[in-house]
């Protein structure tokens, strides 16, 4: 624990990480040597503090990614960040980390706010930021809808600290009462251009004007068009810009398929592509939720072990597919884009836009939930008449074309996962 002076003192000491050099290597998590969890093992080449290294060397990471590497020193500065990097690259740790360094034990204030847009992405980030802050004796509360409102509460009178919430059930607490955010100073949004976006604006900018305008503020996405960089002005000052291999034809472990297919054959395309599977779990992308519902069905009736994840369900259910898929039980996911940010399951061999998405940049989130951290991995995208206009403007937003491939119901094509 610190006092408040102390704490200011060791906070000092942190500025000048910013001017340390910035490596071009990368190195994907390592399992630590014996004896790791050494102060020093971790991170050793930033002004971090022992506890904070220790609980990363207990992660099983040892040196960080380009994305934590080019941003952890500025926002231990205390500037705000505009940071962009594939999926899989360790955005999360990249913010989690100074946050927990620059939150202050001794006061017992909410003074960081991570919001999110999905209920997953909260429990996901949630696991890494209480990782960090166990360390620092922070208390960590997690805000999302689905689920009593009793336990929040009851762990907000007791003196969070840190909330990881999303925008809708955080916007309650504050119009109850029971959520306090002026003594904010650290704020991140966290897959920023879905939050700036029209579905949870309004949301987000009556949460961010319950805090203090001389807050740190932070920014971070896959992917960040222009729009958001200028809806930024509004709600960061002066902010450092960090891009990491964001761009999608820079990801060489991820290989495209795309396949011209008739409407009335893509049930029997899927079912020849799961038919080839090997064991990595595959998560099949539709479009609409009762869609989604219904594709689910139709492949359990088949015999596949599968599960389907989707906005309407209560949120022990999405847990319970979760839980299915991470461990095996069911590793085929159908799931709506609600599975396309922040899902983070190790190892997920393929990616099946059994509907296309409607924007280029749900297409990269979405094929972004494999080759993750330098595996390989697998995309393959159903392309029918009536989305042929929808697809070009994809390509050309991306600034790539790919080659594609016809699917014949009477010829299909011999499909092995080239990995």
Not at 93 to 114: G, I, N, T, Y
Not at 141 to 162: C, M, V
Not at 246 to 267: F, G, N
């Amino acid at each position: 624990m610190y006092c408040s002076p102390c704490f200011k003192t060791r906070r000092s000491g942190l500025s000048s990480a910013v001017n340390a050099p910035v490596s071009e290597s990368f190195s994907a998590k390592i399992p630590p040597a014996d004896g790791a969890h050494a102060d020093g093992a971790a991170f050793s080449g930033m002004a971090l503090n022992g506890a904070t290294k220790a609980a990363i060397s207990r992660m099983n990471i040892s040196e960080p990614t380009p994305i934590q590497e080019q941003s952890i020193p500025h926002l231990l500065a205390g500037q705000d960040l505009i940071g962009q990097a594939r999926t899989g690259s360790g955005k999360t740790l990249a913010f989690a980390v100074p946050l927990a360094e620059q939150c202050d034990p001794s006061v017992r204030q909410v003074q960081a706010l991570v919001l999110v847009p999905t209920r997953e992405l909260a429990i996901q980030v949630s696991g890494v930021m209480k990782a960090l802050a166990s360390a620092q004796r922070l208390r960590v509360t997690l805000l999302y809808g689905g689920r009593s409102l009793r336990p929040e509460f009851t762990a907000l009178r007791n003196g969070a600290q840190i909330i990881i919430g999303t925008p809708g059930r955080t916007l309650d607490h504050l119009r109850q009462g029971t959520l306090d955010l002026r003594s904010v100073r650290f704020l991140v949004l966290d897959e920023a251009d879905e939050m700036l976006d029209r579905g949870f604006a309004h949301d987000v900018e009556a949460i961010l004007s319950r805090t203090s305008s001389g807050r740190q503020t932070a920014l971070l996405s896959a992917t960040m068009p222009e729009w958001v960089a200028k809806t930024a002005k509004k709600y960061l000052r002066n902010p450092v810009s960090v891009k990491v291999d964001a761009d999608l034809q820079a990801l060489p472990t991820v290989e495209h398929v795309v396949y011209t297919i008739q409407k009335s054959d893509k049930i029997e395309a899927l079912k020849t592509l799961l038919n080839q599977r090997d064991d990595a779990p595959v998560i099949v992308f539709g479009k609409t939720k009762h869609g989604v519902t219904k594709l689910a069905k139709k492949l359990d009736t088949l015999g596949y072990p599968v599960g389907a994840l989707q906005g309407n369900l209560s949120q022990n259910a999405r847990e319970r597919v979760m839980l299915n898929f991470r461990s095996g039980a069911a590793p085929i996911l159908v799931a709506t884009n609600v599975a396309a940010r922040g899902l983070d399951v190790q190892g997920i061999g393929q990616v099946i836009n059994y509907d296309l998405p409607d924007s280029e940049q749900l297409f990269t989130h979405r094929v972004g939930r494999t080759g993750r951290m330098g595996r390989s991995g697998e995309a393959i995208t159903f392309i029918t008449s009536d989305e042929e206009r929808k697809w070009r403007e994809i390509e050309r937003s991306l600034g790539r074309r790919f080659a594609r491939k016809a699917w014949s119901a009477d010829r299909k094509p011999e499909h092995r996962r080239g990995r």
